[in-house]
């Protein structure tokens, strides 16, 4: 069956499910395969489950007039996604980087949602399956669509641009992230940059935080830059505060004046001057860009202010690497209050570099004084320190549970696979 008319039966049916047990009736289901599953193999139950069709590539799983049987389901999904892509001539936004991807775009989303029918990747859907998923959810009456990419080897942002096609695209930055499948940072600047690659080649816009040297080199060529940072850009910033909210005052390229932000850390700094300089370039007016980054509240604990009694805990726990982690630990560091208390889980996929990474933390940690240091799990457990060590998460929690904490500063960080937000759990 040729894509065009998958296409017309997915017009009819606009909403692809690729899970099962979250299948709706009337939705079209993609039957993906993973390491540990078949998807084929659920084609009978979504059609039970009330499932239009069930896209498969096994013929021993046909159901004659419910099944559309292609060479590889993947494949189709990201087909379709590109077929659907092309019915449109608006804005296509993509963001990458190593830190701070999905705050970027929720600050980019709120504030051009200000002003334009704006869609966007749902949590941290910015995989080989979220990102065509995302763009298949995008209606006929989308203005802009904002789309992130994440990655953790090289030809994969190269991949995602062929079928969502960006014409406008940021790069956060390029940090001590997936340094495994990157093969070390010059990986990681070279498989980031198929981001730049691509507008470079199609006269696309990049947005360019021109603190980073770095990607002022990466960036060359391309046509059409907008600059953000300090100093030497088009739209300049600074911070006025940062504890524990972040306070930026625009001071050049918009009108917005200080900013309060529900942001916890000077490091958010590059993220709500690329949302002011994309609400200029996309005329939000200079009010509605300032309120909508001012009433952005992060979630699913990125950067989260918990408030524990008389304590006030940051919760970073969504995902951690050498950059991320030093930055934060950093930033925890200026805040000038006694009693803070530093929970860290381990970094993972930093292959042959973990030791030496995570070493790097335990050093970056010592600069400073703290009440008390709790390091969880991961490489943490195979180098020396002289800190509190537990094997997870749990253990953690039973540990911060028993210590009756008053008036504390708490941070915790860790990559997403230690878990660290069950320490905050009953």
Known sequence: MSIETIYSIFKQHPSVQTDTRKLQPGDLFFALKGDNFNGNAFAKQAIDAGAVYAVIDEPA????????LVEDVLTTLHQLANYHREQFSIPFIAITGSNGKTTTKELVHAVLSTKYITYTTEGNLNNHIGI?????????????AVIEMGANHQKEIAG????????HGIITNCGKAHL?????????????????????????????????????????????IIKYGIANADVE?????????????????????IIRTQLVGDYNLPNVLLAVAIGKHFTVPDEKIALAIANYTPSNSRSQLVERGTNKIILDAYNANPSSMKLAIENFARFHTSGK???????????????????????????????????????FLRVEHPFISFQNAEEAKEWFRKQHFENMHILIKGSRSMKMEKILEP
């Open 61 to 68: 799983f046909e159901i004659t007039g419910k099944t559309i």
């Open 132 to 144: 065509p998923l995302t763009i298949l959810k995008i209606k006929m009456d989308a203005q802009i």
């Open 160 to 167: 995602y641009c062929e079928y969502a096609q960006p014409t």
């Open 180 to 224: 495994e499948g990157f093969g070390g940072v010059q990986g990681v600047r070279k498989g980031k940059g198929e981001l730049y690659d691509y507008l470079r080649s199609h006269y696309g816009t990049a947005f360019v935080m021109w603190d980073y040297n770095y990607l002022q080199e990466m960036s060359s060529g391309i046509t059409s």
């Open 237 to 257: 910033g600074r911070i006025v505060s940062s504890e524990p909210f972040l306070e930026v005052e625009i001071t050049k390229g918009a009108g917005t004046g």
């Open 341 to 379: 208390v530093l929970m860290l889980g381990g970094m993972a996929e930093l292959g042959e570099e973990s030791l030496a990474e995570h070493k790097d933390i335990i050093n970056v940690i010592k600069k400073d004084e703290w009440s008390k240091v709790v390091l969880v799990g991961g490489d």
